[in-house]
């Protein structure tokens, strides 16, 4: 009898155990080189790492796993320096190898279904081509959400990036659109074309689409920020009216556009609007909006509105323009009909004959004082009435700044203050930050002030949350019950005389 015990014990252990490593997940790495195929990339799981090694590839790639957002999927370049290419040359991506079958497989060279929290980066997409003209390097959609794509280049494709359903959001960082579109398309073809959800762009470079707008912009909530658009084939970029709406509404639909520079084609197809907002589909009981805060805006054709409200329609818009540079135009807006749209915004630097109209405090003058303008560089010299004509009153101040110009591209550095009217502040200085750097950590800094505190971050780290816990262990941390107020330089937090002393941290 105690024999037969103890067998019993440990074939109950071995199974136990055996269970266990059946239902443990371990991430792998996953290396691919020319000549591996598709299902190598598609078998990835969360957790999992796949490195690519250079070379040119082109087959196609079909994602649809949930990942974790503490266990991501991620896809990158072995080398970034000498990142993969997806090519597919004169083929269609229809007719290019890969695992999806469906009648759509041509709409992307990567396409992402239902997917979720993948992390792109290093990776070329060049001549995604379909026979209805509207392929792209990265299509989602499916309801995709936590999508991040980094320093990745989109050259030559019908769209570079396409995508987006209501529930998706996907996030572009350290990203070259260059030369996208299809002149040849019916429907236009764009830098970039994104459908619904929420999308944000950042420290980016978009120039010289092909056909129609380096920006196409359907979301329900855009950001785009810190990037440097030069020259679309039409006119820089738009929001329009989100087609997978269902049901009365109301609807409404945003896009922020904070501290970008906007280089202006000298011959554009459509020179009379370089941000429009339009609802070309007709949905009725909709709402859009933008606002445009601290841009420098290039101006090559004398007379396009900087921000175009298309209501003649009737539909509702507004339109927020404040601490822009707006040089080369008298336009700084255009609303068609006023019943249903305004605008309004204060401190635009505008050239001496512009027309202010609704936008007060308006700084007039005959030439901003760029530094070099010849040379592409618009920062403010010694002289330049836009420093310190900034209004930091204004929500949303910017805390970072695109660097430096279309030869050294894709990078941020930490805006001094915003002070200065545009894109770029005069008093800027430090290093830059590009893909593969590691971000600054911001400085809380606490300082006494009649009976309180003062507890201040900078302005580059608005993101971060300030919370407080008592010197006793376990450590509770809550959000100090005190407002935020942002001044030019950051954020600050004044914190009343406490009966005892607390800790206190940043939280991202």
Not at 7 to 22: H, N, P, T
Not at 273 to 288: A, E, H, I, K, R
Request: charge should be neutral.
């Amino acid at each position: 009898m105690t024999v037969r015990k103890r067998f019993l014990r440990v074939e109950i252990f071995c199974a136990f155990a055996l269970r266990c490593l059946d239902d443990r997940t371990e991430a792998a790495v996953i290396n691919v080189a020319p000549g591996d195929s598709y299902a190598k990339i598609e078998a990835a799981r969360p957790g999992d790492e796949v490195v690519i090694a250079p070379g040119t590839y082109a087959f196609r790639l079909y994602f649809t796993r949930p990942a974790q957002a503490t266990n991501p999927i991620v896809v990158r370049a072995l080398d970034p320096a000498n990142p993969p290419v997806w090519d597919f040359g004169s083929t269609l991506v229809e007719n290019a190898p890969g695992s999806y079958t469906a009648g759509d497989r041509g709409r992307g060279g990567w396409q992402f279904n239902g997917a979720s929290n993948y992390r792109i980066s290093g990776i070329v997409f060049r001549h995604c081509r379909t026979s209805s003209k509207n392929s792209a390097g990265i299509r989602y959609y499916g309801g995709t959400t936590n999508l991040y794509i980094k320093d990745c280049l989109f050259d030559q494709n019908d769209n570079g990036l396409t995508g987006g359903t209501q529930e998706s959001d996907a996030t572009a960082e350290f990203c070259e659109f260059s030369a996208n579109g299809d002149p040849t398309a019916s429907s236009p073809t764009h830098n970039m074309y994104i459908y619904g959800g929420a999308f944000t762009l950042r420290y980016s470079y978009v120039h010289d689409s092909v056909q129609a707008q380096n920006f196409h912009i359907r979301a329900r909530n855009a950001v785009l920020e810190y990037n440097w658009f030069a020259r679309a084939k039409s006119y820089e970029g738009d929001l329009m009216s989100d087609d997978d709406f269902s049901g009365t509404g109301p609807f409404n639909q945003t896009m922020t556009l904070r501290g970008n520079v906007f280089v202006q084609n000298a011959a554009p197809d459509n020179h009379s609007q370089v941000v429009t907002l339009f609802n070309d589909s007709g949905t009725t009981n909709l709402t859009l909006s933008a606002r445009l805060l601290y841009n420098t805006f290039i101006g090559k054709t004398g007379a396009a509105a900087f921000v175009h409200l298309s209501n003649a329609d009737g539909t509702q818009m507004s339109a927020e323009e404040s601490n822009n540079l707006i040089f080369g135009t008298t336009r700084p807006y255009l609303v068609e009909s006023a019943a249903a749209g305004s605008v309004s915004g204060v401190n635009n630097w505008l050239q001496t004959n512009a027309t202010a109209g609704t936008l007060n405090a308006s700084v007039l003058s005959a030439s901003p004082g760029f530094r070099n303008p010849a040379g592409n560089d618009f920062t403010l010299d010694a002289g330049s009435v836009c420093i310190g004509a900034a209004n930091a009153s204004v929500f949303g101040l910017p805390g970072r700044e695109y660097y430096l110009n279309e030869a050294t591209n894709r990078h941020w550095r930490i805006r001094a203050a915003a002070r200065d009217i545009g894109a770029l502040e005069s008093t800027t200085t430090g290093n830059s930050f590009g893909p593969y750097d590691t971000a600054p950590l911001p400085r809380l800094t606490i300082a006494p002030s009649s009976g309180a505190a003062l507890i201040s971050w900078p302005l580059y780290a608005a993101d971060f949350l300030l919370e407080e816990s008592a010197l006793t262990l376990p450590r509770q941390w809550n959000p100090p019950q005190a407002p935020y107020n942002t001044n030019a330089t950051g954020i600050v937090v004044t914190v009343t005389a406490m009966s005892a002393a607390n800790f206190f941290r940043l939280r991202k």
